[in-house]
């Protein structure tokens, strides 16, 4: 692939330094904060997320503008070929993020917890949680509800921004049964309200969606305070995320109906992160009709 374009030159100043913070303000795009996302929630404009495993896609989806980069631990399935994210550890979570740190400017910077790094207690969490921010995280995502709980309040006391996540959790995709809808029937729409209202009130910072009924997604982003971010859970979420090797057309089998190729039509890859951006800020993805449930 042919490296050209203002958002891949090298700069004369170390990554991340005061000079180029400096430039990136004065370029008009200044640091996403969580302040700054919890306005755009509330005033209803919205937010933009994609996976991000390196500091070269970094400082690209910085520069098209996407709001918060995240480093999934889908790493395990688009760079090292697993089946699934459950054998990704701590320690590769934790390298990808610093390697995202350098590489970003102003997005919002948010890393998974592994399976196996915050299940045993709350306090293996805070040690996890303290090896990503130590990387340059400034949230960490873990998965599940009701047993997160004492989780998510030991982190966010500590002063530790948590994005919870619920619906179709990856890392439980055995005992899920696969990859499968979640939130269909009446109780189970119930208990995801439920989980989602007690993970905001232990102090969640943002909520991620996966997998979930449009209209599930809906009532519950109207009710919580804080930003719900959908991935196949419907145009009414605070926001959107994808896997950028989804986005970018290089799912190697049939795509998930929530996906959409944006590369389709584009001049290259900063132009489809760019239209991915505005797609989501006006609404135009996702489409009722083709990606939602």
């Known amino acids: 692939m042919k490296r050209t374009g203002k958002s891949l030159r090298a700069t004369s100043s170390p990554p991340n330094s005061p000079e180029e913070r400096t430039m990136s303000a004065s370029s008009g795009r200044k640091p996403v904060t969580l302040p700054r996302l919890r306005d755009m929630h509330r005033a209803g404009e919205k937010i933009t997320m994609l996976t991000c495993y390196d500091s070269t896609f970094a400082r690209v989806l910085d520069q098209a503008g996407v709001d918060c980069l995240l480093v999934g631990d889908s790493l395990g399935m688009v760079l090292q070929g697993e089946s699934s994210t459950v054998p990704v550890m701590l320690e ?15 997005a919002w910077l948010i890393s998974d917890l592994p399976f196996g790094s915050y299940q045993e207690s709350p306090e293996q969490a805070l040690r996890s949680a303290t090896a990503l921010m130590q990387a340059g995280a400034q949230m960490v995502k873990l998965e599940g509800g009701g047993w997160t709980i004492a989780t998510v309040r030991c982190l ?138």
């Open 92 to 106: 590769q979570m934790a390298y990808h993020t610093r390697c995202v740190a350098r590489g970003n400017r102003t």
């Open 156 to 293: 966010s006391e500590r002063g530790i921004p948590v994005c919870a996540h619920l619906g179709l959790t990856p890392q439980s995709v055995h005992a899920l049964g696969g990859w499968r809808i979640q939130g269909r029937d009446e109780r189970a729409a119930a208990t995801l309200r439920e989980h989602a209202l007690a993970l905001a009130d232990a102090g969640a910072a943002m909520l991620v969606l996966e997998l979930v009924p449009s209209a599930v997604a809906a009532a519950i982003t109207r009710e919580l305070s804080i930003p719900v971010v959908g991935i196949g859970a419907g145009p009414d979420c605070s926001g959107q995320v994808l896997v950028l090797h989804d986005m970018l057309g290089l799912t190697p089998a049939q795509p998930p109906r929530f996906v959409r190729d944006f590369t389709q039509g584009s001049s290259g890859i900063e132009d489809a992160v760019s239209r991915y951006v505005d797609a989501v800020r006006t609404v135009s993805f996702p489409d009722p009709a083709l990606h939602c449930y």
